[in-house]
């Protein structure tokens, strides 16, 4: 594994706030989406429908990008393309230049994060207000999202309490979560308000309205709608799907694998700037639709990747990602998505750990709400490793000696007595250090081999 | 479903248990002669090839799918001590070969009688007869026969039918051990964590065995459970059916 991977790993591992904060949130997210699901007998039939909405789209995206942005456009909105990650942040600088902006009321969205819209903002000088409450809280503490519904998941609530003492203005005198969030409130409301330029992401663009569908739990998506002057919404070009129809379908499926919910809070469908005789709403509204390499995904065998709705309930259900927590993954999206998507966006030479770091246990495709075969995918990046020679020597040769005895069966079997009696010279019964194996015994012990191997034994009579 | 015992059935040792745990490899033979099956052992069979498919190394993982199809073309049924072996050569080795048209249609007959052991003798209508285990045990669901071959309720079927064996709840019963193949010592510190965890839940479960389907997550678990200090010890499915839990549980001196 390479060291940046490595350490971040031990740092995670040795942090037991980290566990126990991971285990509080995804622990309750398991629970409830495994009683949400238990209670829709039809989940199955579900799932694939939703699978087959999002591979119609990915299928015909040309198609429905053109309709969406004629239906957006006809709304009032102005569309923008951007191929890649920084024409996307200059398009939003841009907009913000234009708008006179000196702050921005910033929603929640991943795509914003993998652009990494919060910095290019800041380069340009432009204040930036989160008004997610997990996403203010990982603000004020200079940190990145550790889950993509639960920015802040890494820190406990006792942490954040500490934080908001540190930090805000007028925090709360008493202990308690909604003392904390009134405290969180204080601090942010006057500045979502005064914001000039709001900017969200989007769950779903519906193609025939030209609509955006964003779902909240706290109602802020509204609030960096709403007030503002300038609406900015930045999306990857795959949230398209057909109709109001499709989204509500999809909706279903992605509140109850996220948090367990029937739906979210707040769920919102809207479309174009303030009309003549609307009483509130944004002046200018526009859309920032983004590929950043999602038709090259789309092209070279990742498209099934490309129905991802963005719940969590993968990483949810990860044993690594439950062990490390999402920040040791490197990348913007943590977990079984994360290590697919991010050899997408960041290289594999930088990434070859994550589709490797998996047991390969199906948990992840088992649980996704548009069934999306992660681990055959996370296999091909291992495969496309192995061919462009990112895999260590170490184990390249390793392998190549175990495959090279395998073909031939008697050779084979002359290796397999001399590594028997190789490791029954380390003892019989159980051994607690093993040469070379410092990887095994170094937290397990390690059962000694019989004697004599079963092929040896049956060639033997033995029966 | 019920199968009629095939004629001749290949055993499929797996590296794993041919090196480790050759008990494990009798057992299987014992129980499918009760079964009444003809079973014959293969002499030129190695691996199936999981660690070249697990590691990236496609091209060794399709040298290997066509040398055990063309070795297990021949007999009427397949049958594997182990769920991930299985699975490898009835859902991979037909993914791997299906752009050949010499192999594609060989890999996929292979692959539709390849049975993991558990699973083929309780579609055979076979139960342990006479067998007695006055003890404890619970069981832990390897992930790839559970989600890549289906198997839940057959271990659990035929172990009902020892006597006195008396199987108790485990928490979390299929999440993941940590073992992953290579995965565990490529990653040891994660692999480690997951295992701490699970043998965690085997000792909660307040069960004098532990019991599984596959002998590489067995390992993993009974190390970990010895390290631990826990009294718990481990066997394969096969050794308590075909009546040989009497002898040493893994780790124990062979």
């Not at chain 1, 192995?386 to 008697?410: I, K, M, N, Y």
């Not at chain 2, 769920?83 to 890999?107: F, K, M, N, V």
Request: proline residues 5%.
């Amino acid at each position: 594994m390479s060291r940046a991977f490595d350490a971040r790993v031990d740092a995670a591992l040795a942090d037991r706030q980290l566990k126990i904060a991971v285990e509080r949130t995804a622990g309750t997210a398991e629970a409830k989406r495994g009683a949400a699901i238990g209670a829709w007998p039809s989940f199955a039939a579900a799932r694939e429908r939703a699978a087959a909405i999002k591979d119609h789209v990915i299928a015909n995206l040309g198609a429905y990008l053109v309709q969406f942005e004629a239906a957006a456009t006809a709304s009032g909105a102005t569309v923008h393309w951007a191929a890649t990650a920084d024409e996307a942040c200059a398009i939003v600088v841009e907009i913000c230049r234009k708008a006179g902006a000196k702050s921005v009321a910033r929603s929640k969205s991943m795509l914003g994060e993998e652009i990494g819209l919060p910095h290019a903002l800041e380069a340009a000088g432009i204040g930036r207000v989160e008004t997610d409450l997990a996403e203010h809280i990982i603000q004020l503490a200079g940190e990145r999202p550790s889950h993509i519904i639960w920015p802040a998941m890494h820190k406990t609530r006792e942490q954040i309490s500490e934080l908001f003492h540190a930090r805000h203005r007028e925090p709360h005198a008493e202990e308690s979560i909604v003392a904390m969030a009134a405290s969180a409130r204080r601090q942010l409301r006057g500045e979502m308000l005064g914001a000039d330029v709001g900017i969200s992401g989007a769950n779903f663009l519906i193609a025939d309205s030209g609509q955006i569908c964003t779902v909240t739990n706290e109602g802020n998506a509204e609030l960096s709608l709403v007030p503002p002057r300038v609406h900015i919404v930045t999306a990857g070009i795959e949230k398209l799907v057909p109709s109001m129809d499709h989204a509500v379908h999809l909706l279903r499926l992605l509140a109850r694998s996220a948090t367990g919910a029937a739906l979210t809070q707040y769920t919102t469908f809207y479309a174009g700037p303030k009309r003549a005789g609307d009483r509130d709403g944004p002046e200018e509204m526009h859309i920032v639709l983004v590929d950043n390499g999602r038709s090259a995904m789309r092209d070279e065998g990742l498209a099934e990747m490309l129905r991802c709705i963005r719940c969590g309930a993968c990483m949810n259900h990860c044993v690594v990602f439950r062990q490390i927590g999402g920040h040791a993954y490197g990348g913007t999206y943590p977990g079984p998505m994360g290590s697919v998507l991010t050899p997408a966006l960041d290289g594999l030479a930088a990434s070859r750990d994550l589709p490797n770091a998996c047991t390969m246990n199906g948990k992840c495709q088992e649980v996704c709400p548009v069934a999306i075969p992660l681990p055959t995918l996370l296999r091909g990046w291992r495969e496309k490793s192995w061919r462009e020679g990112l895999e260590p020597v170490t184990l390249r040769s390793g392998l190549g000696l175990w495959a090279w005895a395998a073909r031939r069966p008697w050779l084979y079997r002359a290796g397999v007595r001399w590594a028997i009696r190789a490791m029954r010279l380390a003892g019989r019964g159980w051994i607690a250090k093993l040469p070379l194996a410092g990887g095994w015994t170094g937290g397990r012990d390690f059962p000694a081999p019989a004697a004599e191997s079963f092929m040896d034994r049956y060639r033997k009579g033995e029966r | 479903m019920t199968i009629a015992p095939s004629s001749r059935v290949a055993l499929f040792v797996t590296c794993l248990v041919d090196a480790m745990r050759p008990r494990v490899g009798f057992a299987a033979l014992r129980a499918l002669a009760d079964a009444g099956c003809e079973v014959v052992v293969p002499e030129a069979q190695t691996c199936c090839g999981q660690p070249a498919l697990n590691s990236g190394d496609r091209a060794t993982a399709t040298d290997f799918a066509r040398r055990n199809v063309a070795m297990l073309e021949g007999y009427d049924a397949i049958v594997v001590p182990s769920g991930s072996c299985a699975g490898t050569i009835r859902c991979h080795y037909p993914e791997l070969l299906a752009d050949d048209p010499q192999w594609a249609a060989r890999a996929e007959a292979v692959a539709a009688k390849t049975w993991e052991i558990l699973a083929w003798l309780d579609a055979c209508g076979w139960r342990p007869e006479g067998v007695t285990l006055p003890a404890t045990a619970t069981y832990h669901d390897s992930c790839s026969g559970l989600r890549e071959l289906g198997i839940k309720a057959q271990p659990r079927r035929l172990l009902g039918a020892v006597d006195g064996l008396d199987l108790m709840p485990l928490a979390g019963e299929e999440t993941c051990c940590g073992f992953g193949g290579t995965f565990c010592v490529k990653y040891p510190a994660i692999s480690n964590a997951i295992a701490d965890e699970k043998a965690a839940a085997v000792e909660a479960s307040g069960a004098g065995l532990l019991l599984a389907g596959d002998l590489g997550c067995l390992m993993n678990m009974a190390g970990k459970l010895h390290r631990r200090g826990a009294d718990v010890r481990a066997f394969h499915t096969i050794e308590v059916l075909a009546g040989m839990a009497d002898g040493p549980a893994i780790g124990e001196a062979q």
